[in-house]
């Protein structure tokens, strides 16, 4: 993959100028492959991107959890039902996550935060541990160093857990426009662009799954997290193959 392949890509009218942004890492170096995001280090709320890392500060097994719909807080209004961890973070089911978060120590939780790269939240609410509203703000380019640290951690196996989450996410949870062969992640969070929008939608990517190479963040403004993926999908098979 190289750069002209994804500008040509871009300016074939495959997305509208300022809707979606998008930042590709090499997950070996670390280093920027690919970037179309103004302020790369300006922190941002990325939704439920930060679930992974609240779940990283959980102490125990992960919990089996019942979830009711909108009265638990969940987005699914009928529920996800019974659920486990690797399918409560396939659907990205926030009726899961706010009852792990509320159990969740601070002070744990800074612990991941500083071993990952990123900021602790700003609040201590389990909605914000969560990725709802905007008191979770994390730089797009240390977010998604943060997944490449996620996917160098894979043999750990609370990582493992996780990792097997978010490939799960991609064949047939919220992410599942990115399909198989990936790990992914959608999220949806208040838009704080300048123009403002009902909400940005977010999706990570690694890819490919088994031994990830590349690190891909999306973000597409006024769309939840699993229209985002839909655009996501797209800049990956440019990624792959530079068509």
């Excluded at 920027?32 to 097994?61: H, I, M, Q, Y």
Aim: glycine fraction near 10%.
């Amino acid at each position: 993959m190289t750069a002209p392949f994804l500008t040509a890509f871009l300016l074939a009218g495959s997305f509208e100028t300022g809707v979606v942004n998008y930042l590709i890492v090499d997950v070996r170096t670390r280093e920027v492959v690919r970037s179309e995001w103004p302020d790369l280090e300006t922190p941002v709320p990325a939704g439920s991107l930060v679930k992974p890392f609240t779940a990283l500060a959980w102490a125990g097994e992960f919990p089996e959890f019942t979830c009711k719909g909108r009265p638990d807080g969940c987005w699914l209004g009928r529920g996800h039902g019974r659920l486990r961890f690797r399918e409560a973070l396939a659907v990205s089911c926030n009726a899961y996550f706010l009852n792990l978060a509320e159990g969740v120590n601070a002070a744990a939780l800074e612990v991941v935060a500083s071993k990952y790269g990123i900021p602790a939240p700003e609040s201590d609410r389990a909605e914000t541990r969560i990725g709802l509203g905007a008191d979770w703000r994390i730089p797009p380019l240390a977010l998604a160093r943060a997944y490449c640290e996620l996917a160098a951690r894979a043999p750990e196996p609370r990582v493992a857990e996780i990792l097997a989450g978010l490939a799960r996410a991609a064949q047939s949870g919220t992410a599942s426009a990115i399909g198989r062969g990936a790990m992914a992640k959608t999220g949806t969070a208040p838009c704080v662009a300048e123009r403002r929008h009902a909400g940005d939608g977010f999706t990570m990517i690694l890819d490919p799954a088994e031994a990830p190479r590349m690190a891909i963040l999306v973000r597409v403004h006024g769309v939840p997290g699993a229209e985002a993926a839909k655009s996501a999908a797209r800049i990956l098979r440019a990624a792959r193959t530079g068509k």
